[in-house]
């Protein structure tokens, strides 16, 4: 039975896991991807048997919706009857604990952060720790007949992608065997980002020749949301009104803080220093300017900062929250800012260039590239969780499907 790939954006997938299926597609004679439609979706069908899944994401907690999108995923993967489950996203994960459950499918639940809820304290806090003891339930019993389940937790295995979720897990979750807990860096920085050659040409960091005047173009690369710093970010660009700022990254109308385009304009139209491209592929590796740096002012609850990475080993100094850091980077990799207000963003600029004067900056840069290849590139992330697929193959003989019927693996799916 072939493996299936479930998220709740098309976008996620084809963004974040396209080598891992190129990979389970020389394992297996198919792929199936599964997740909503949107403009990744194309890609998506090219590398592997991609499925619709017609949820309405802007209406994620809703009772209603949550439940015709449970009823969806429910037929979908019995006509499908997968092999295991990777599935991604808190409420993804919620439902996939559910219906892997019924047909006691192995399964693999990967959280890519824990988000907003994890940050807010009171009903946001609530309601994401009573998430979560929902799908750790969910996820420890199997199906054995119509009507009998039986508990064991070599179903399903959890992958954190830093340890400050994994920390916080296992603080409310202490029975769990740490054998069903992982930590695997996100999904890895791109081969075609780790190679020399493709290094931005005018990028001038590097350069041992010590420019006491540098004006050095400053770039956001997110999501337009609100939790993801957009409006800091904005507001750097009016303290520094003689620099340019460029921001890659759309809209999300599923997304209760995310900008809306009458706020996008009004913005291009006050702030002239500030452009909007939308989402441009590869943007870091395909920008050409002198002295490029990234801001990543989120305090979205990120799991893996990959643009992080991606501008690191491209030898972009990067201004980033704490929080945003994930304690995987610190102040030997990055330039973190104090306090989440602009002018902390603006004292670490000002050390960039004290760095870059004093020719500290070269090495440092040089240190952090190497520390990404070494530890948080897309093979390592990939061959760490295929051999996680195996391990839990290993643990578990066989679905609920393969009780009940023998069906030709070459003709597996549904009518």
Aim: charged residues 20%; proline residues 5%.
């Amino acid at each position: 039975r072939p493996p299936l790939l479930i998220s709740n954006s098309s976008w996620y997938l084809i963004h974040y896991r396209k080598l891992l299926i190129s990979e389970l597609k020389n394992i297996y004679s198919q792929v199936v991807t599964l997740s909503p439609i949107d403009k990744s979706s194309s890609d998506l069908s090219k590398i592997s048997l991609f499925i619709p899944w017609h949820i309405n994401r802007s209406k994620s907690y809703n009772v209603l919706s949550l439940s015709k999108s449970l009823i969806k995923l429910t037929f979908l993967i019995r006509a499908i009857k997968p092999g295991f489950i990777h599935s991604h996203t808190l409420l993804s994960n919620l439902l996939v604990a559910f219906v892997g459950s019924i047909f006691s499918i192995p399964t693999v639940l990967s959280f890519p952060g824990l988000g907003k809820l994890k940050a807010q304290k009171g009903i946001n806090n609530w309601i994401l720790i009573f998430i979560l003891k929902i799908i750790v339930l969910l996820s420890f019993y199997s199906r054995i007949s119509k009507l009998k389940f039986r508990y064991s937790t070599k179903r399903s295995i959890f992958i954190f992608q830093n340890n400050v979720d994994l920390q916080f897990f296992k603080s409310r979750f202490k029975k769990i065997p740490t054998s069903n807990l992982k930590l695997i860096y996100g999904s890895g920085v791109p081969t075609d980002y780790l190679k020399k050659k493709i290094y931005n040409q005018k990028n001038n960091w590097l350069s041992n020749e010590k420019k006491k005047k540098v004006k050095p173009n400053f770039i956001y690369c997110a999501r337009l949301l609100e939790s993801k710093g957009i409006l800091t970010f904005v507001e750097i660009a009016k303290l520094l009104p003689d620099y340019k700022f460029l921001v890659f990254g759309d809209i999300d109308p599923s997304s209760e803080d995310s900008l809306t385009l009458a706020q996008v304009n009004m913005i291009s139209k006050s702030s002239k220093n500030i452009t909007f491209y939308k989402n441009k592929k590869d943007p870091l590796k395909n920008l050409k300017v002198d002295f490029p740096i990234l801001i990543v002012p989120s305090n979205y609850g990120e799991g893996f900062p990959r643009g992080v990475a991606e501008a690191i080993v491209l030898n972009y100094p990067v201004i980033i929250s704490s929080k945003a850091s994930c304690q995987i980077f610190d102040k030997n990799d990055v330039y973190i800012a104090n306090k989440d207000d602009p002018k902390s963003y603006l004292e670490s600029f000002e050390k960039i260039l004290e760095d870059f004067n004093k020719g500290i900056i070269s090495p440092k840069l040089e240190n952090s590239r190497e520390k990404v290849i070494k530890n948080f590139s897309e093979k390592i992330v990939v061959n760490k969780t295929l051999k996680l697929y195996q391990a839990l193959l290993m643990s578990n003989k066989s679905t609920y499907f393969d009780r009940k019927n023998s069906i030709n693996p070459i003709n597996w799916i549904a009518p």
